[in-house]
């Protein structure tokens, strides 16, 4: 049997991980959450329903600041921690820097510290595209050392990835840093851009482009990213590792509308607004490390993966309108 740890297994790349987790076979699943307001709440009890069904998972609801309360809850059973939870997002990390560099980079210091305490000797930490920052170099690679973050969300990022090879050094942690790029799917973050235009486009209500629309992302189809996590819990090698996670098909912001056009079935009404501090105007994944190490093979075409989101997301809003009154789920554990 065994036993992981996933911590922000309420959100959404977290729950979507534990969806796969829970179907195989021996594995025992302990999701530690604080269930925080970033966003509705309802939305991660939502994700979470169907988990607490299963024999071989459980529900910490708590919080990765609480060092003593780690110490209290996770012992030396455990043979993997996955780190998902963070205060996420670029805007929050400008608007509270303190926070998210609390619960990014001093939360993650306290979760290495119990895996050295309790001897769990695998760390897989989610870290993001953002860490290259403004480097021009692309597609951007694993080995370019030169990141160049321009938002204090990316630092923490790179902070933490930083202090996860400390812990490979010191104490022999195999260590490894998964650099999202731009997820999406159900379950996603009302905050992210995708969410916001489907939202808004379905509601026939104007939506702000900042910048002149040629910005590029690589986005990533959650479905695939959580095969990427998965391959990291295989590998072997001990050592301190990055990976991309992204999909290598570089999107401009204006076919990306285009695209959410044509799956919610109406056009756009744009606003058009100047470039936002702290966003980079472009990502672009080499993923050739991640294809040879993870067998990670990104495969969701951004139209389907569009179409996935779409479906969740008219499910979640006839939930939300047919259930206004819902009482809050209190603490579960
Ligand atoms: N979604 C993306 O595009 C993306 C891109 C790059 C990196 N990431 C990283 O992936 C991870 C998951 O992101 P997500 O989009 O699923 O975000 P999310 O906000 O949906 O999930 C994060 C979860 O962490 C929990 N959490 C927050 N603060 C906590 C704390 N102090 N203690 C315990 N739990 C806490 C939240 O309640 C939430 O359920 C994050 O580390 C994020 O930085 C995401």
Redesign the pocket.
Known sequence: MKKILV??G?????SHLIDHLLQMENVQVTN?????D?YDRRI?EANILPHLQAKNYEFWE????DYKLLMELIDDSFDAIIH?????GVRPSIRQPQHAQK?NVE?TLNLLEIARERGISKFVY?S??SVYGINKRVPWREEDTACQPISPYAAT?LAAEHLGHVYHHLYNIQFIALR?F??YGPRQ?PD?AIHRFVDRIHRGLPIHVYGDGSSMRDYTYVGDVVQGILGALQLQQPGHHIFNLGNNQTVSLKALIAAIEEVVGKQALLVHLPPQAGDVPLTCASIEKAQQYLKYQPATELKQGLQHFYQWYLEWKHHRETMPDEKPLSKIG
């Open positions: 911590t922000g309420s959100g959404f790349i977290g530690l959450d604080n269930m925080d970033f991660k708590a919080d990765v600041f998902l939870a963070a205060k996420a619960v939360g989610a993001s595209s990022k999202f731009t997820v973050r992210l």
